[in-house]
């Protein structure tokens, strides 16, 4: 298969996917369609590496990865993050829900350690896939070891709709409210002013200077600094490189170094995403259909355990703490997928329930916020910690 063929399909199935989810308005999610397609597609005619042939590879995929991470902490100013507190309790509680069901219950049914090699991945991304499936595959344990993996692939296809039934209830709750003027939609211009009044390390560069290199110019220095302070200081902390990149990005937008959303001003946000979701969606390569029935009942069982006790606690406390129950149970269905899909749905919700671009700004500042804070809270930050736990473990 030939680069412009690889990369061409691959944008065909996204592109179907974002047709049917805008035809049925959210209903179905395109990442959910896009994931369906993949699968479909590895299991008759796609060659395993077609991501890679479309020109996709691990040096790029990374490249996208650490630049996404930091882009999105420009997003979130200190003093945001300190007003997100709530939504980090509610993803940390939904975290905390998964744990106390998949190992009371799902080691009663399914064994210790099959509960223990899958709960780490449902908790967050690949990263805690991989520590868990490579300490499985050391220990000969091969059925566990697809088990990490297929649990990562396959919970996104219960949180992806079930992230767009609970944001889209909330939507529809928040614009309600916006139609009747008992919201309204904060100016971002006044934000912006004031945070522009407040006296920078680094001034704000003249309108000429932020070019496209300019601008991916001081990004890419960003997460430059992070991935080398963190690989320097992972021996001692063991946190993650990407857990520095969104950190840099919040300090260095504080600094003024870097602009609030950088790669939308470069014009760049678009083909990252892309690159990033098509990356996410080749895991699917290994979820043959046999490995799919012989771990069917563990996985199945896991996933809807797991998901069942992170509904329980995360609306339990979201109630206390002021959320709606769909926007507290949104918010620990990131542990599901992360980022980007929590941007995409947070998006496509918005963009299915608004009916001019005011609306949709407002839904998206009522709702983003918490979806990426709750998105690297459990993805990013918890899910590496609870694998470092767990594979000691097994």
Known sequence: MSLLMAFSIVLIVLSIGDVVSARTKAFIPSVFVAALLFLFGFWTFFPEDIVALAGFQTPVVYLSMYLLITHMGTLLSVRELAAQ??????????????????????????????????????????????????????????????????????????GYPLTSLMLKKEGNRLIEKFRKGEMKLEKKDETEETETKKKKLFPKLPEEYQTTYVILTKLGLTAWAAVAVGGALEPMLGISPFVWCLIFGVIAQELGFVEQRPLNISGSFGFLITILMAFVFAGLARATPNMLVELALPLVGIIVLGVTGMAILSMILGKLLGYTKEMAFAVALTALYGFPPNYILTEEGAKAIAENQEEKDFLMGEMLPQMLVGGFTTVTIASVIIAGIFVNFL
């Open 85 to 158: 507190w709530r939504t980090i309790a509610i993803a940390l509680i939904g975290i905390v829900g998964i744990i106390a069901l998949t190992m009371t219950v799902g080691r009663a049914l399914f064994g210790f350690q099959a509960a223990v090699t899958a709960t780490p991945p449902l908790t967050g991304g690949i990263v805690a896939a991989i520590i868990m499936s490579e300490a499985a595959t050391e220990m000969g344990l091969e059925s566990l070891a697809v088990l990490a993996i297929i649990t990562y692939v396959m919970q996104g296809f219960i």
